[in-house]
Each structure stands twice: as structure tokens, then as C-alpha cells.
């Protein structure tokens, strides 16, 4: 009875069957307390959920599989500003918008911030920074900070006798110059003619000449702290008193970092300025009951819809359930390996995507059952149905797919939907269209061959 | 099944529909959510309150326009007004703690008009791409830009009656389209093409067998075999939603509730009116 034929679909049967369980060991809780105790059996063990530890050659590979959650049901704050480059030369926009882009990160990650995503989107003529700080509460502290002037400031670092040392605070140790980021005319990075060594000159005001020199005078062979934001950017040794406003940076920098802080100091306010133009504030339970909500009604909706298709095809439906299932599984690992940040628009995307996964079934199904009708056999009437619903499952899809792909926006075309939202639910229904084949059309035909062969030899 | 000879009665039915939605379009217009019109909305827990007043009065004292205020149960309470900026907001918040000390913000989201405006640049421009994008690939499936021509119509025909029945859902019970309603539109012109690819392809496959077929004989077969396969994939798809409009949150009802009306025009649409015109532009060829 083993026809090579056979013995391929067996394989292929149990490939299907070990990515079901790998997809389960994904989707495991990330703790699974077990705790049994019936008679003087006591079992009490937790189990946890593998993560992804592996080293590939120079690359460690880390992962949790922890799913993600967007703004909307993890709580948290986005802000969107109006980026004004009106008063700017069009040459020097991308330049400038850069450092307002890591200036602005900067200050976010002050802000102690996990996940925080600056992102920069063009709108027709003007630009918008959208900011989003999941898990931020206090949404009006985040904005003072971001809108904020970054101070550039020039600190000598001061000897503390030894024994003070034990009551002195951080402040104690840096006495302010006088010397800011206003005396600042211009940082370049550049290559040292002498040393060949990347460095950042520094070019000062006539006031800040002044300052500078008196500072180098006060700390000559003692250090000068460099402070962005009371953050601390390097703090090189004065090895002369220097009067003509000039000034260079140099010691472990390689180009690229050269050029990182030449643009902080340059930004030391923001180079742009920005507007408000939209505050988002979700609060942590709002977004939870979104999550339960959502899961109830995905949980009915499949319910609903097995039934139905047990109640319409028997056996067929059955497996078409199945099926579904393992939809289900794939998807929801997908969610968590890509990894996808859901949000509710997301979750309604899957549920959407769930009724269309049944559609191919149902599309396969009636096929089966008009090729029964012409007087096929069973397995023949399969066979045929699978491959001739194929070619509209094939079209059909592919048009949802056009439109997924137009939503979601991939190129970042200026003139389609850049918001959040939208494409939230544009990857999850692309990716639903796509698993909703894999599993509608090759499992389910896997599945049926083994199983209803096994059956007819019974 | 000769599902054709019912054609005028679908000309009737969509000629209403279409006409009745353009009225409303017209008329009616949206009620636009802060997405589009820009606006703020504050939705907060404030349990000690015994009612609004001390909420009015603080807007009355910072001059603020409430323009509605309604309490959701549960010490929650759900506020509508302009736009305001950064420093109007913060003196809100302290008053509103010096009112209920154990108030508790859930959502806050202010924006100005401007993002409104882009947001309808782009879902035209979205709309107009999709069309275009269908037309051309179905054109090219089928090698006949007709069944092009007529998927995008019908698309449309579904689009039109959706927006139609949101302004009247709006008129009558305040729906608001947002965001969400964009999507469930695009969604829509995906679902609509969806289903009359599939009634097309058996069209496809009937013309492969037979080529000497007469047109409405042909389209009259291949509807009654693909109209179970229609409604039941409806069916599904319409248990999933029905379970999000009643289960789902306030934020997703009107939500799912248009893609539930575009999934049923869609379905309704791929026979009663792609095939229709296929039928209409392959007659008036002879």
C-alpha cells in the first residue's frame, strides 16, 4: 500500500504535526505553574518557556517571544510634532533634520524610557516627528523635556581634598565656566593634520574666546568637562592656555564618533524649531480591557465559526478546524518572532483574517463536493477540488494582498497613510492572507490525504 | 438558476442605494471624529464625583468650550473639546485633582485640523491607487480589461454605499468616522474585489471549456455554482465581526459595524453588480 507518493505525504503529515508543537512551545505562557495534588500524588513544578540563546558564529541570537503590544493597549504617551524647515536652505534640511532626530533621542532616553521610537515622516512640504514613549505616565513631564533648550556647558573638574571626598556630591566636583552652548559659533569633525587622528574643533564667540581663555588658564593640566543636557560628553585635559576662540577635541575617537558629537554640540539647542501638533495619553487599563475585549470576542467568533463549518461540511469541517488552529498557532508565533507590535486595529486585522483563512476551505470544499456529484470518488473529488479552486484562491488573495500592501505603505511613500494604526492592521491581514493559505490550502490537503486514507483503509 | 434575468431589479436596488447614500453624502455630510476635525478627547476615571458640574465649572472658569460631556458608568467619563495646547492642559489636570483626588486619566489625544486634511489626501489617494492597481492586475489575470473594469466599479459601488451609510448612521445616531473607518473602507475595496475574482474565475474556467457559450448562460452557471461558496465565506466572516460588534469595545463597535456593511455590499455587489456589467459591456460589443 506504500506508494512513494505515501510515504511523502506521511513525512510531510509529521513536519505539519512538529511545527504545530513547536508553534505551541512558542505561544507557552512565559511561566506554566503546575501543581497537581490528587491522593498522595503531589506534583508542583513551573515550567518556563525556552528562550532563543545561541551564538552564530560572531552573532548571539537572543530572543523571548514575548508578543508586543502597541501604544494603544500597553498604555503610554505619543507625541507628534510640526518640524518647521521654512527658515532653512533646502540643501541644508537633511543635515539639520538628522540632529533634531538624535537630539530629540537623546533627550528621550533621559527620559529612562524602554522602547521609546523617534521616527521622522515627510509629510507633502513638511515634516513630522513622531515620538512614542510606551509605558510613560506622566505625559506632560515628557513633553517639558522634549521640548526643552539643550544647555551646552563647560565645567572645570575641581580637586576635592580627600577629606571631603566622603560628603561631596557629584555637583561639588565641576564648577561652571560661564562658558555655554550660546558661545558656540561651530563644531566641525575633522582629521588632525598633526596626528592624523580624528578630532572635533570648536569655534567660539568673541565672548566666549574670553571665557574660554580664563577657563584654560584656571584649569591649565586639570580638565574641562564637556555637558550636554548635565549629561557628561568627554572631558579632555588643557594642555595650553588658548586665546583665539579656537579649540580641539581629540582622544579615543574614531570618525564616526567625531562626527556623532560634532552634531550634538552643534544641536546643543535644537536645530529646528518644532510644534505640538498631537498628544496621545492611553492609560495602562484602558488598554487591558481593549486586550480582554478583543480576545473574547476572537474567541466567540471562532467558536461560531467551527461550528458552522462541522455543521455544513462534517468531517471536512473538522479538519478545516483544524486547520484553523493551526492558523491560529503560526500566526500568533509570527507575531511574537517578527516581532509585530499589536494594536487593536492589529487584533480586529486577525480576526478579519481568521473568517478569510476558512474561506479557502469553504472555496475547496464546494468544489469537492460538486466533483462528488459528477460521480468522482472521494479521494479523486479531493484531489480535483484542491487543484482547480487553486487558481481563484490564488487570484482572489492576491488582490486583498494588493490592498494590504497599499495600506500598509512599505516604501514610505509621502503621499499614503504613515499612521500607526492603519498599518498595524494592514501587517496583520497581510500576514493573515498569507498563513490563511499555507494552512487553508497545503495543511488541510495534507491532513485530509493522511487522514481519509487511513480512514478508507480502516 | 437564472439569477441574471433578475438584473433589473439589481439596477433598481443599487441605483437606490447608490442615490440614497450620495443624498446623505450631500446633505448630511460625516460627523467627524478628532482625527479629522481636530479636537481633544479626555476620557478619565474621577470616582468621587456625584455628578459633571465641578467638571463644567472648571472649563467655564478656564475658558474652554466643553462641546459634550457624558458619564460611561463607573466613575468614567468621557469629554469632548477644541484643541489646547501644552500649558491649558496641565492647569486642567491640577484642577481636575483638586476636585477628586483619586482621578485617573485613561486617555488623552488633542490635535490640531491640519492632520484631518491629510488624512482624506491620502485615503483618496490610497482609494485611487488600489483601483488602478486592481484594475490593472485583474485586467491582466483575466486578459480582459473589462473584468477589470467592472471588479473596480462594483469596488467603488461598495465604497460609496458604505460612506453613504456611515453619514447616515451618523445623522441619526452620531457614528463618527476616524481613522478605523479608512481602514474599514480600504478593507472593503479588498473584500468587494475578493469575492467577484472568485465568481470571474469560474467564468474563466467555463469559456476555457467552451468558448461558443452564450454570455448571460455562461455568467447564469457560474453564479449558481459559486453562490453557496459566496454566502457561507460571508457567513464566516460576518460571525467574526457580529462577535466584535457586540463583544468589542465602544472605541472598535462602529468599526467592526462598517466592515460588516462593506463584507455584505461586497458580497451582494460581485453578482448583482461586476457580473451585470460585465454582461452590459459584452452586449453592446455585438
Sequence with gaps: ??????????????????????????????????????????????????????????????????????????????????????????????????????????????????????????????????????????????????????????????????????????????????????????????????????????????????????????????????????????????????????????????????????????????????????????????????????????????????????????????????????????????????????????????????????????????????????????????????????????????????????????????????????????????????????TGVFVTRNLLRVLAREKNTL | MNIMKFRPLFYIISLTLLSVSIFSIIKWRFVPSIDFAGGTVWEFKAPNLKNVDPINNIFDTQKIQLSSISPEGDGKYLLKFANINQDQKVSLDNSIKTIDKDFQELRFETLGPTLGKELLQKTIFAIILSSLALLLFIGSRFKDLTFGASAVLAMLHDSIILIGAFSLLGHFLGAEVDSLFVTALLTTLSASVHDTVVTFDRIRELKRQNTKIDWVEMANQAVSEVIVRSINNSMTVIFMLLALVVLGGDTTRWFALALLIGVVCGTYSSTAVAIPLVLFWKRNKK
Design chain 1, 1 to 438: 500500500m506504500n506508494t512513494p507518493s505515501h510515504s511523502k505525504t506521511i513525512k510531510v503529515f509529521w513536519t505539519i504535526i512538529g511545527l504545530t508543537f513547536l508553534t505551541i512551545i512558542i505561544n507557552l505562557p512565559n511561566q506554566l505553574p503546575i501543581n497537581i495534588h490528587w491522593g498522595n500524588l503531589n506534583i508542583s513544578h513551573t515550567f518556563y518557556r525556552p528562550n532563543l540563546n545561541f551564538k552564530l558564529g560572531s552573532a548571539t541570537i537572543n530572543k523571548k517571544f514575548d508578543l508586543k503590544y502597541g501604544l494603544d493597549l500597553a498604555g503610554g504617551a505619543a507625541l507628534i510634532y510640526d518640524v518647521d524647515t521654512s527658515k532653512l536652505k533646502k540643501e541644508d534640511i537633511t543635515s539639520a533634520l538628522d540632529s533634531l532626530k538624535s537630539n530629540i533621542e537623546r533627550r528621550v532616553n533621559l527620559f529612562g524610557v524602554s522602547e521609546a521610537n523617534v521616527q521622522l515622516s515627510k509629510q507633502s512640504d513638511n515634516y513630522r516627528l513622531v515620538i512614542e514613549l510606551p509605558g510613560v505616565t506622566d505625559i506632560n513631564q515628557a513633553i517639558g523635556l522634549i521640548g526643552q533648550t539643550a544647555q551646552l556647558s563647560f565645567k572645570g573638574i575641581v580637586d576635592i581634598p580627600p577629606e571631603a571626598t566622603a560628603s561631596a556630591k557629584i555637583e561639588d566636583y565641576f564648577k561652571d565656566t560661564g562658558l555655554s552652548g550660546s558661545n558656540l559659533v561651530r563644531a566641525v569633525a575633522q582629521i588632525s593634520p598633526n596626528t592624523s587622528e580624528p578630532e572635533v574643533s570648536l569655534e567660539f564667540d568673541n565672548e566666549g574666546a574670553k571665557l574660554f581663555e580664563k577657563a584654560t588658564k584656571d584649569y591649565l593640566k586639570k580638565k574641562i568637562a564637556i555637558f550636554l543636557d548635565d549629561q557628561i560628553v568627554t572631558a579632555p585635559e588643557v594642555q595650553v592656555v588658548i586665546t583665539d576662540g579656537r579649540a580641539v577635541i581629540n582622544g579615543s575617537f574614531d570618525l564616526q564618533s567625531a562626527k556623532t558629537l560634532a552634531v550634538q554640540l552643534n544641536a546643543g539647542a535644537l536645530p529646528l524649531p518644532i510644534k505640538l501638533i498631537q498628544q496621545t495619553q492611553v492609560g495602562a487599563t484602558l488598554g487591558k480591557e481593549s486586550i480582554d475585549k478583543g480576545i473574547k470576542a476572537g474567541l466567540v467568533g471562532l467558536a461560531i465559526v467551527s461550528i458552522f463549518m462541522i455543521g455544513n461540511y462534517g468531517y471536512l469541517g473538522l479538519i478545516a478546524d483544524i486547520g484553523l488552529i493551526i492558523y491560529g498557532l503560526i500566526t500568533l508565533s509570527l507575531y511574537r518572532l517578527i516581532p509585530v507590535t499589536l494594536t487593536f486595529p492589529g487584533i480586529v486585522g486577525f480576526i478579519l483574517s481568521v473568517g478569510m483563512a476558512v474561506d479557502s476551505n469553504i472555496l475547496i470544499f464546494e468544489r469537492m463536493r460538486e466533483e462528488t456529484r459528477k460521480g468522482k470518488s472521494w479521494n479523486q473529488a479531493m484531489e480535483l477540488g484542491f487543484g482547480r479552486a487553486w487558481d481563484s484562491i490564488k487570484d482572489a488573495n492576491a488582490c486583498t494582498i494588493i490592498t494590504g500592501l497599499i495600506l500598509f505603505n512599505p516604501l514610505n511613500w509621502p503621499f499614503l497613510n504613515t499612521s500607526g494604526m492603519v498599518r498595524g492592521f494592514a501587517i496583520t491581514l497581510i500576514l493573515g492572507i498569507g498563513i490563511g493559505i499555507f
